[in-house]
């Protein structure tokens, strides 16, 4: 075969390699290895394994000697004796590992002792990827070198503990990765760049952030936390592609990390530790990437129980990270997975694993897209989390239900209060929007507002009606003027969702005098007082009804009616009084206060 012949092969790979996807790629660099292998004799085969450390080791000193980055920036070939100039280094030792660099490829050799740049210069001479190596051959070099006998040492069990696992037999250390990095600024400045290091596919590029954003309200909310997120490179790639994006873009990590981060348009920086609350609520996308694989199980369930409190109904963790298939598993994901297991105790899941670990925080995977090669995921994770809306607040009735909400509901249930005075409310509950769990949004307004139902009723499954007229005006039309603005509100989202509308649950709140079982306990001019008093006041109650009653046949709503003694006692302390729940739905309803 001649050399032609030779070239237009290498052409039509290069070509093939070029036009095919992702999958295909892969195919062909398996079909590549496998040839080589087959050229190789055993001798040959051996050798090539072994020297996979030392490869690392001269990437490594041509680093620390700038070699990679003087090829770069020249246009023309360097001498050993300018690299001797440069470096100071001795020039047999230096010739020698030159000639050795240029025979694993990591540089190219033009003529006798003269170099120049090669592929794999180009790539290393970056910052990133040269701390990348740094990293690579400092910490995880140390480990993977003692793995078999730690194995061994331990009968072949898992390694499930980032306190006991191959780092701390490496190191001679009692303390996690974590914890020793920052006592060793060199190795912390090195693990940022490789965190940094950009792959070559991006999740901006697949993730469908604007239909995802839907509308989001403004541009004072915080849009994204990028939680561990380092340098913020994905926070940057973000705005990048999305630069008119509404809402705030947020880094945090470990000060020591941060330290390092550079600048940019549109995102702030925030010291935060992820093992601690989430201090910033209501954000549209928790989003961590490579986080969870540094991490056992234990640990990763913490740091998604300090999320879910400050998530709001419509928030979504995203989660980018590998999911390991069952077969076929790229390279780089094995290797990746046993690198997490010798420093960290971690792992790469598979899509099961992923699903165990939601499961075990509350949370459930609702949408997942692996978008390159090398198995590299967005995984979508929502709260199983129940909405209240609540229509008044701040009389007895209505604070009696906020109080117990309050005192006896999970992490995972939000609360929306829409309230004529915003200041009144918080001065009976002072901390209100600050420090309760479950979390509380309060939006000031008129329940006949068209604007502040629809941000108050967004997502509700339950919605507690407790706005009255005080006193018994003639005419008054409150509780049915609010009655046709909700159903207004609910229409509109009905005809926006379509199929996947869910009904939510009206309990207008009554006077008991309205309930037949409960007057014929009283004495009857009692009623008749009573009634005559509040006529307005029933006369409105009842209308509401009717529409929502009406709006029920149409599948916008479901409705019941409670009496207020069902609810509280004058303390809002427990249900007192008349039971009146007996379906199902009312069961639901009312479940958080019973």
């Known amino acids: 075969m001649t050399g032609l012949d030779m070239e237009t092969i290498f052409a039509k790979i290069k070509e093939e390699y070029a036009r095919t996807d992702d999958v295909g790629k892969r195919q062909i660099q398996g079909h590549i290895r496998e040839l ?57 030792l230096l010739g020698r590992i030159l000639r050795t660099q240029a025979a694993f490829g990591l540089i190219k050799e033009t003529g006798p002792q003269e170099y120049t740049s090669s592929a794999f210069t180009e790539v290393f001479a970056s ?51 974590f914890e020793w990095m920052p006592q060793h600024p060199k190795h912390m400045e090195s693990l940022g760049h490789l965190m940094a290091l950009e792959r070559p596919v991006s999740w901006v590029d697949h993730f469908p952030v604007l239909e995802e954003l839907g509308d989001f309200p403004a541009p004072d909310k915080v849009l994204m936390v990028d939680i561990g997120g380092g340098f913020g490179q994905q926070s940057k790639a973000l705005c ?32 935060h530790n992820f093992f601690e609350p989430q201090p910033i609520r209501n954000a549209k ?48 994901a094995a290797f990746t997975d046993l690198l997490m297991m010798n420093s960290l105790g971690g792992v790469e899941r598979t899509r099961a694993e992923w699903d165990n670990l939601m499961e075990q925080a509350g949370l459930e995977i609702i949408q997942s897209k ?7 995921a967005i995984l979508v994770a929502a709260c199983n989390m129940v909405t209240y809306a609540l229509l008044g ?13 309050l005192q006896k509901s999970p992490d995972s249930l939000h609360i929306q209060v829409l309230v004529r005075s915003k200041v009144k409310l918080l001065q009976a509950f002072p901390d209100l929007e600050t420090t309760s769990s479950p979390q509380v949004h309060v939006i000031q307004g008129m329940s006949t507002d068209s604007d502040a139902l629809s941000e108050c009723l967004r997502n509700a ?13 003639t005419g008054t039309t409150l509780c049915q003027d609010s009655a046709r603005a909700i159903i207004s509100v609910l229409q509109q989202q009905q005809q926006s969702e379509g199929a996947s509308y869910q009904p939510c649950t009206i309990v207008q709140l009554r006077s008991a005098s309205l309930n037949p079982a409960l007057a014929a306990q009283v004495p009857a001019f009692v009623h008749r007082i009573v009634s005559f008093c509040l006529f307005a006041n029933y006369a409105d109650i009842k209308q509401a009804c009717q529409y929502y009653s009406e709006a029920q046949k149409q599948g916008t709503l479901e409705y019941i009616l409670v009496d207020p003694p069902t609810l509280h006692d004058a303390n809002g302390t427990h249900p007192t009084g008349y039971r009146l729940i007996s379906t199902e739905s009312q069961a639901t309803a009312l479940a958080t206060l019973t």
């Not at 051996?46 to 990437?59: N, T």
């Not at 963790?317 to 069952?326: A, G, R």
């Not at 009606?465 to 005080?470: F, G, H």
């Open 285 to 332: 996308f928790y989003y961590l990437r490579h986080v969870f694989h540094d991490w056992p199980d234990e640990q990763c369930v913490l740091i998604l129980k300090q999320i879910i409190p400050a998530m709001g109904p419509e928030s979504q963790i995203l989660i980018d990270e590998m999911v390991i298939p069952n077969t076929g598993v790229p390279w780089q």
């Open 240 to 271: 990048a592609k999305f630069p008119n994006l509404p809402g705030r873009v947020i880094v945090q990590d470990i000060p020591q990390t941060l330290a390092n981060a550079q600048p940019a348009a549109g995102v702030e920086f925030m010291e």
């Open 370 to 376: 692996v978008y390159d090669s090398k198995e590299q």
């Open 393 to 405: 607040a701040t009389g007895a009735t209505g604070s009696s239900i906020l109080r117990h909400l």
């Open 36 to 92: 080589q292998v087959g050229f190789y004799s055993d001798w040959d085969v051996v050798m090539r394994l072994s020297s996979g450390p030392l490869q690392v080791a001269l990437a490594k000193i041509a680093i620390d000697l700038g070699i990679f980055r003087s090829l770069k920036e020249s246009d023309t070939p360097i001498t050993l004796a300018e690299f001797v100039k440069k470096t100071g280094a001795s020039p047999r």
């Open 461 to 473: 499954s339950i919605v507690f009606m407790c706005v009255a007229q005080n006193g018994s005006p």
């Open 127 to 177: 910052p990133n990827a040269a701390g990348a190596v740094v990293q690579l051959f400092d910490i995880s070099g140390p480990c993977t070198q003692i793995l078999p006998d730690f194995l061994a040492e331990r009968n072949y069990q898992d390694i499930t503990s980032n306190k006991d696992c191959v780092f701390q037999k490496a190191f001679g250390s009692d303390l996690t990765m």
